[in-house]
């Protein structure tokens, strides 16, 4: 190895023209590529943002539709259940009155008397059959009214909403 200190020679930078323009309008450029990269990153999450919302919205409102259509099925079988219950009493009803009124035929003495029974047995069984069909459409139009509420409720909030939205 030699022991000889090495020379190192300056040498001067020499910068092309226009080199600090380019630097310089590069640099500008970078910053505002950057500017807009910043931008679209802060519109892209607020566009997240607004979709994670409309999405936890409409879930909730998915949700109270499927409340609204449980509720309204619980108010149908329950009146679908009473209804029942007054047929059934209507027709025990009947059948206990039919069976009083074929008792009392076998203790009748004469032929018109038969006649005035029977036809007494089939005007009440006529007027009674009107009445309750009466009641029968009464209380079917009132439990259709009444299982329909719900939904009824949850188009009208649906309606409020998208007029909203328009």
Known sequence: ?????????????????????????????????????????????????????????????????????????????????DIGKQLAATAQASFDETMSTFKAMSSIKSLKDAFDLQASLARTTMEKTLAESGKLTDASVKLTEQALAPLTARVSLAMEKFAKAA
């Open 1 to 81: 190895m030699s022991s000889r200190p090495k020379i190192v020679e300056a040498t001067a930078v020499v910068t092309p023209p226009g080199f600090e323009a380019a630097a310089a309008r590069l640099t500008d450029e970078t910053a505002k590529a950057a500017t807009g990269l910043a931008d679209t990153q802060a519109k892209v999450k607020q566009g997240m943002e607004k979709a994670m919302k409309t999405a936890e919205e409409l879930m909730a409102f998915s949700q109270g539709n499927l409340e609204a259509m449980v509720k309204s099925g619980q108010i149908w079988a329950a009146g679908v259940q």
